[in-house]
Each structure stands twice: as C-alpha cells, then as structure tokens.
C-alpha cells in the first residue's frame, strides 16, 4: 500500500508496481440480491444470484474486458470490486489486501485507489453544480488539495483531458456528449487511481466521439499505467482496447483468456454465437458468416437453469450438460496451451505480439464440450444456420 | 413507380434558440420490398426526416414533398393521414416499453389497433387474430402470452411484440426507428433475423434508422447517409462500404475499431457535429474535414452523381472519381485537395491537423495544442489522416 501520493499530474515515470504482478485478484466472488415477499416484515423468498462464484485477475497497467448481455452480472461485479456494494462471499483482493466488506473507515485509503466511469455522461454530473466543482470533488472529499492548489490540479487534469481549463466555472449543460464523458474520465482521474473501471463508457456517445475517448482512455492508460476494468457490450469495442476477456453468462463465467485467443479461436458456444450475433460493419462479412441465432432470452438469475447455465440456449447441449455444471478449466488443443508467438492460430493480430507478462493470462472455458480450437465463429461445428 | 418518393423535404422547428434546421432539402425513394438504411449521428435529422412522413412533427415548419403510392403526404389533413398511419405506413420505435400502454394486455393492445381500423372485426376475431400475430413473430405460447401486460415481457420479446403490431394492417412500408439499439447483442441478431424474414414473406418495403453501420451491413439494400439535416452521401449498401466518397462517411468507417486494426490507435472524427442553429457556412462537415479546401467554406455542395448513372451520389466537391480508401483515390483526394486549398481553408486544415489526435503527435504528449483557435470552438481533439 504506498501512502500518500501526489495528486496533482506527477512525472509519467511514476507507474505503481503490485507485488507478484497482480493489482486485483477476485476469488469465488458472490453477490446475491434478497428478493422479499409482501408487506412491511416480509422475509427473503428468493435470491437473485447476480454474482455466482467469480474468479479473475488483473495485472498493473492491463485492461480486462467485461463482456456479457444484460443482467449477466457484470456491472454488479464491477460494483462489487469498488465496494460500493457488500458483497455475499467471497474475497477481493486489491494490492495484497482483501478489501471486500471492509468497515467504512478501512476502506477509505482504498477508495482513492479505486475510481468508476459511468456510463451516462448526463445522469452522473451533478447539473446544478460546476466543472471545476465537480473534477474537484475528489480532492475535497479526500482532502489532498485546497485553494488555488485544487484549482490548478483541476485545470491541468481539464487539459490533459482535451477539454480548456477556462471552462473551469461552465455547466455540465454547456458541453456536449462527448465532452462531458471527458469530464467523466478527468473526475475518475483525479486522485491518480491505480484502477479505473469503466462501465459502457462509449455506449452513449456517437460512433464518431467514441473513437475520440477511446484513445484517449488509451493515452492516459499509458502514462500513468493505471488498469482497467473494461465493460462494454460492443465487442469490437471490447476487443480493441483489452489485454484479457471474461464473458460472463448469468452471473459466472463463461469463458476467460486473452484477447486474441477468446475472439479468434473462442472454446465457449455461448462465446461463439456473440462473437457471430456482433455486427460488423462490413457487407461482405456479413453475408458470409453464419449467424448463430439463440433462441430464447436470458433466464432468470432468481431460478438459474441446472447443469450448465447455459444449456437451455446451446446449440450443441447434451444430456450431461443439464446435469452436471462444467469447471473452467484450460482445454486440451487450445492454442494457449502450446507455444504462443508465431502461432497461426493469430495472424496479423499485433496485440497478440506484445508482451503479456511471464506467462500471460491462460485461456479458460467453463463447457463440456469445448468447440474446436481455432475454428471461427461462422465455421464452428455448431448447428442452427440461418 | 417508386413506393415513396421524398423530393427536397425541409423540416424546421422555431425555438428561443433560433430556427433549427433539422432537416435541409433531403429526397430518396424507396421501391417495394427494398430496405432503405438511413445512417447518422444523433441530431442528423434521420428520425425528423421520417416521422415528418407521417404527420409526427408536431410545431415543424415543412415543405417538400412525399409522395406515397400516388398520394403527396406533405400538408395532407390529419383525418385523412390517419388512413396511412399504421394501415400503409407502420413504424416501430427503438423503446417498445415506453410505446406500449402498461395497463393494457399485449394481446388487448394488439386487437384494439385492428378494430380501431376495421370497425366491423368483432372482439373475438380480433383476439385471436393478435394471438396469431404473437405466434408469426415467435413469441412462445402466444394464446397465454397475449393476456400478460409489457412489464411481463423482456426486452426482446417487446420488439417482438412491436413488430407484431406493425404488421398487423400489412402495411406497404414500414419504418424501424433504431429497432434493437435497446438490446443485446443476441438478441439484435434475432430481431433483425425476424425483420428481414417478415419482409421477405410479405414483400414490404422497410426503412430503418441507425446510427449502427452494423445493423446497415447486415440489412441494407441502398443506404442515406445523414449528417446535419443533409442526406451527405446515397448509394447501394457495397458502395457505401467499400467505395465511399464523401469524407464523411469515409472518416465514420475508419473510426469504428475493427479487428485487423485491434491495439492500434483508432482514427477518430475531429469535433463534433455542428449545432442545427448555427450551421457552419459551406459544407457543414467542413470544420472536421481533413479534405477542407476554399469552395467548401462558401458553397454548400448539392448531391452530385458519382458513379452508377445517378445511384450514387455525394454531397462532396471533390471529384467524382474519389471513390473508395485506396491509394489511388487518395492521390487524387490530395491532389485536389492541394490545389483548391488557400489562404483560409489552409487555416482550417492546420487546424484540424493541430488537434491533439492527430497521427503524428505522440500519445505521451500531454496537452499538446489544447484547443484549435478560431477555425471550430469547442474542437474535441481528433483527426483522421
């Protein structure tokens, strides 16, 4: 735990290094919701299992994409991690320290450390009050700067940003989409957290603004080497900017890796028929994939299905699926598993060339009956054409 | 005979603000069975251009014409608008919870909409007839789904439910306005699947409105492009995607990440879009354009032909023959670009290339060129070169 850190912009050279190379670790991570009957001392007549056993890590300087449809879990995961709910069992461990259900007071060194973007840049600046104010606030809350100090730590934190520093005294109303999701990220970046997540951060914007915070996430991700938690529901969105993915399926997880592997050569069919149900932005593609179509919704996380909580929805699911829950677990013939660069199984992916770490992140898939290593999303041996 | 024509159709509201402009002089049409896809930014007009077809925009000064399947519906009195809403013209909205009553059965919703166009449906016909439409759009159980209410139903199945209602009266066109921007990614595959296979079988027309190039390359024979109230750039679906001529659509192609670019900086659009108001003089996209030249900062280009006898066109004053992102298109962008740039269009440009974004600036730069004076306040960063 490094104690008191400056607030204002510090050198870039000033990266916090995590012991053993980890900054978060989650382990077995639940979250249930009490759902109660009628009326004043009703009692909890069901859960809703929101959160189910959850296992990740992420290392100083990463990014871990979130990925999932709605009411997976993957935001009350990313809440669970801030603290900002408690959660039912068990242990977050941020910088060698397990922070989950820590009293008030513990908890507060860890808050800094700590940061969220939201995904609405409209319901989550206060309108009634100032830029400045509102970039401010971290450093009033958590008394670091006062004055013309916290003033100037504002306006540096506008210009790095993109936005003037003379708009200091403007409303949220006064700027656009874009820019206030800058004011987002300038707030998130305040006391120089060592993770921010950052929940749909571009879902509200449009396609040409997205790009513009996107790089910029990037930018100061390499200056100051913070992680992110990455939560996004359009993959191609997910994919450019993460190192590692976890694709959640109604409250666990379905499928873990890096980037490449789980988008190039997914094991999971729940995976597979994402990656083949995400528009591409390309004709030709389009019209030569074979879209895997799911039937049915999402079932409810209060009553989740036996066995694999995916098989009522699998294309391929059999007998034992219904039964018995599979384990993520590495699978044999996965490309993770041999030796990685140069590897076919990733041409022409540049992020699968950079360094990863000693071992990088080792592919996982929680299924019986893994799809073939390698195979893309429209050639898996996967029924239901269109 | 085209089943919709819309011929130089202006839309304008007067606010305190002034008068915005939110739609300028757009026309296309659109043949049965075809599927039009209309692309823009939020604030482009897309969703003015087409609830102004059907009489929705309320306190808008409009003028133009829509001619539909012989009838101009520009001015037509609402009495007799009604006779289209729904009947020949059925719109699905991108909300289905907030466009269905939630006090009312699906089912009874369903119903109430046949009978309110065919008096002499009796209640019983025009139950069963919701239940078969439930059915057709592959909600499960559809005799005991049509007695739950809109809060019973999930997010997709709502759509379903809307889609339902919109075929209901067989309409000849209808309009999607953002049909699954509301839902997930699995589900987006569903409703698009039932889209098309819906019109396949009934031979309807579709318009659908997105801000998505996804949803357009999956389901788009022709596509309008919108920016700022204009249609920018018309073409078939393979034009616009692997030929693009106005920057515009060019730059929104090259900004969305894609996975042989994955881990690469991404090539934003400078700016924003500009203010409906205020409009820019010239070419509206000219603040962000990296192709600016003079012309474009006192003309506003027309929608001119650039390939395929008329079926494409841009609203661009770079060459016809620009076309595409190849190197050889590219040349001749350049080219022009550099002999019609003096002077004030130069300023712009430096500009433009000055922002933070642009592909030279190191990204550990930190606040390097925070703001673009004079040329566009309020620039975000940005450049696509």
Not at chain 1, 93 to 113: S, T, V
Not at chain 1, 298 to 314: K, L, M, N, Q, Y
Request: glycine share 10%; with cysteine.
């Amino acid at each position: 735990m490094t104690g008191v850190r400056p607030t204002a912009m510090p050198a870039p050279d000033d990266v916090p290094e995590a012991p053993g190379g980890e900054l978060v670790r989650v382990e077995n991570l639940v979250k249930y919701f009490p759902v109660r009957g009628a009326g004043l001392f009703a009692h909890t007549v069901a859960e809703v299992r929101a959160v189910d056993g959850v296992t990740l890590t992420l290392r100083p300087g990463q990014t871990l994409g979130l990925v999932g449809e709605t009411g997976c879990g993957k935001s009350t995961l990313a809440r669970c991690i801030a603290g900002l709910i408690p959660v039912t069992a068990g242990r977050v461990i941020f910088d060698g320290r397990d922070i989950a259900n820590l009293p008030r007071r513990a908890m507060r060194p860890f808050r800094r450390e700590i940061q969220m973007i939201f995904q609405d840049p409209y319901g989550s600046l206060n309108p009634r009050r100032r830029v400045g104010a509102i970039i401010g606030e971290p450093f009033t809350v958590h008394k670091t700067a006062t004055g013309a100090q916290r003033k100037r730590a504002v306006q540096d934190l506008m210009d790095r940003v993109g936005l003037n520093p003379e708009h200091y005294n403007r409303f949220p109303s006064e700027f656009s989409g874009g820019q206030r999701q800058r004011i987002g990220v300038a707030r998130a970046l305040a006391l120089r957290p060592r993770l921010i997540i950052c929940d749909e951060p571009v879902s509200a914007l449009d396609v040409s603004i997205q790009a513009q915070i996107l790089n910029l996430l990037a930018d100061l991700q390499q200056e100051f080497g913070m992680s992110y938690l990455f939560i996004a529901h359009d993959l191609e969105v997910v994919r450019h900017v993460s190192d590692q993915v976890l694709v959640m399926y109604l409250g666990r997880v379905a499928e873990t890796g890096a980037a490449g592997q789980v988008f190039d050569s997914p094991r999971h069919p729940y995976t597979a028929a994402l990656l083949s149900a995400a528009p591409a932005a390309d004709p030709d593609a389009a019209a030569a994939r074979q879209r895997i179509i799911l039937t049915g919704d999402v079932p409810s996380p209060i009553d989740p299905p036996s066995g694999c909580r995916f098989h009522p929805r699998c294309p391929i699911a059999a007998e034992r699926c219904s039964q018995e829950e599979p384990a993520l677990e590495a699978k044999p013939g996965d490309p993770a598993l041999e030796a990685k660069p140069g590897n076919p199984a990733h041409p022409a992916d540049p992020a699968a060339a950079e360094p990863r770490g000693p071992e990088g992140p080792a592919h996982l898939t929680a299924c019986h009956f893994p799809l073939r290593a390698g195979a893309l999303p429209g050639q898996a041996e996967v029924r239901e054409p269109r | 005979m085209s089943l919709l024509e819309v011929s130089d159709l202006w839309v304008s509201f007067p606010t305190a603000d002034g008068l915005v402009q939110a739609v300028r002089g757009v026309s296309f049409s659109i043949e049965p069975g075809q599927t039009l896809g209309i692309v823009g930014e939020s604030g482009s007009g897309k969703t003015v251009l087409t609830q102004t077809l059907l009489g929705l925009t309320l306190g808008g000064e409009v003028s133009g014409r829509a001619v539909f399947d012989g009838t101009n519906l520009i001015g037509l009195p609402d009495a007799q608008l009604r006779r289209f809403r729904g009947a020949q013209i059925a719109v699905i909205f991108q909300d289905p919870l907030t466009s269905l009553h939630p006090l009312f059965r699906v089912g009874w919703q369903i119903a109430e909409m046949l009978r309110a166009h065919d008096r002499s449906l009796s209640r019983a016909r025009a139950a069963d007839r919701a239940v078969e439409l439930l059915d057709r759009v592959g909600i499960p159980r559809a005799r005991q789904r049509a007695r739950d209410y809109p809060h019973q139903f999930s997010g997709g199945m709502r759509q379903r439910v809307m889609i339902a209602m919109a075929l209901s009266l067989q309409p000849k066109l209808i309009i999607a306005d953002e049909p699954t921007t509301a839902l997930d990614a699995t589900v987006q595959a569903q409703i698009l699947d039932l889209l098309q296979r819906l019109q396949a079988e009934s031979g309807t027309a579709l318009i659908v409105i997105t801000h998505d190039l996804g949803v357009i390359a999956d389901i788009a024979d022709d596509v309008l492009v919108m920016y700022a109230g204009r249609a920018v750039e018309v073409a078939g679906k393979r034009d616009i995607f692997y030929r693009p001529h106005h920057p515009y659509t060019k730059a929104l192609l090259e900004s969305r990440p894609n996975s042989s670019a994955a881990g690469r900086r991404l090539r934003p659009i400078t700016g924003q879009p500009p203010s409906l108001v205020r409009l820019p003089p010239g070419c509206p996209f000219h603040p962000r354009c990296q192709y600016v030249m003079d012309r474009c900062l006192a003309e506003e280009p027309p929608l001119l032909t650039v390939a395929n006898g008329g079926a494409h066109g841009s609203a661009c004053w770079l060459p016809g023959a620009a076309t595409g992102v190849g190197g050889e298109a590219e040349d001749m962008r350049g080219r022009t670009v550099t002999a019609g740039r003096t002077g004030k269009a130069a300023r712009v440009a430096a500009a433009i290339a000055d922002s933070p974004e642009a592909p030279g600036a190191a990204p550990e730069a930190p606040g390097a060129a925070p703001e673009a004076p004079g040329a566009a306040p309020e620039t975000e960063e940005g450049v696509t070169a």
